[in-house]
C-alpha cells in the first residue's frame, strides 16, 4: 500500500474521524464501523484533509475542472480547505461551491454558496464517505440546473465497499453507472483492514479478531 494512504488511515484515527464499533448509519444500516468527516475540526486537520484531497483528485482527475462542489454540509469545508491546498499544490486555482439547503431570498440569494456554476464548467464533487448513493440523488440535480455543466467524477475520502441502493454493485460503481462520471476513493474499507488488523498503531489495536469478524458479517450482507 502507498505511504500516502497508510498516513491518511492514521490520520483518521488521530483526528477520531474513523471509528470502530456498533453505529446506525444515515441510510438506516448497522455497522461496525463509522467515519465522520465532521470530526476534523482545528485548522491543522483541515490543513492536512485538504493536501489529502487535493493529491487524490490531482491524481484522478489531473487539472482537468474548474470547480470543487461540496455538498451541504460537510462538504463545505471539505471543498474549501481542498481548493486552498489544490492551488497552493499545484499553482492552479479552482472555485469552490457548496449548496444551501434552503433557498436564500436576499442579499447572496439563491442556493449555491461560494462561486457560481457556468454554461461549461468542469465540476468534481466532493464529499467524505458515500454510503448507498443518495447524497448524489440530491446534489446530481442541483448541480445539472446551474447550466450546460459537465461533471468529472466524485472525490470521497473512504470507500465503505458495501452496495449501494440498487443493492447489486458498490455505491461508487453504481453511481459511476447511473450517472456516467467516475467515483474514486484515497483509501478503501480493505486498506483500513489491511493497516490495522492486528496491527498495534499508537499502542491500540484499532481492529482485532472479534471487529474483524463483525466487519466480515456485515460484508456479508452489504458487501459489494
Request: one cysteine or more; hydrophobic letters at 35%; charged letters at 25%.
Amino acid at each position: 500500500m502507498e505511504q500516502y494512504k497508510q498516513e491518511f488511515i492514521e490520520f483518521m484515527v488521530d483526528s477520531q474521524v474513523l471509528k470502530f464499533g456498533e453505529f446506525t448509519l444515515k441510510s438506516g444500516r448497522k455497522s461496525p464501523f463509522f467515519m465522520n468527516a465532521g470530526a476534523y475540526v482545528t485548522g491543522t486537520q483541515l490543513s492536512r484533509l485538504g493536501e489529502y484531497y487535493a493529491k487524490a483528485i490531482h491524481d484522478n482527475f489531473g487539472d482537468d475542472f474548474d470547480v470543487l462542489f461540496g455538498p451541504a454540509y460537510k462538504g463545505i469545508p471539505l471543498s474549501v480547505a481542498t481548493t486552498i491546498a489544490y492551488s497552493r499544490l499545484y499553482g492552479k486555482d479552482i472555485r469552490y461551491c457548496s449548496n444551501r439547503k434552503e433557498i436564500k431570498d436576499h442579499g447572496d440569494v439563491g442556493i449555491l454558496l461560494g462561486s457560481n456554476i457556468k454554461d461549461g464548467d468542469r465540476v468534481v464533487i466532493i464529499e467524505d464517505v458515500t454510503t448507498s448513493g443518495k447524497s448524489i440523488e440530491e446534489t446530481f440535480p442541483i448541480i445539472k440546473a446551474q447550466g450546460n455543466v459537465e461533471i468529472k467524477g466524485l472525490m470521497v475520502s473512504l470507500n465503505r465497499m458495501e452496495k449501494g441502493l440498487g443493492g447489486k454493485v458498490s455505491a461508487l460503481q453504481e453511481i459511476k453507472e447511473k450517472y456516467g462520471f467516475d467515483a474514486h476513493a484515497i483509501v478503501t474499507m480493505q486498506d483500513v483492514i489491511e493497516h490495522l488488523y492486528n496491527r498495534p498503531y499508537q499502542g491500540k489495536i484499532y481492529i482485532d479478531d472479534t471487529l474483524k469478524a463483525a466487519i466480515d458479517k456485515n460484508y456479508e450482507s452489504y458487501g459489494a
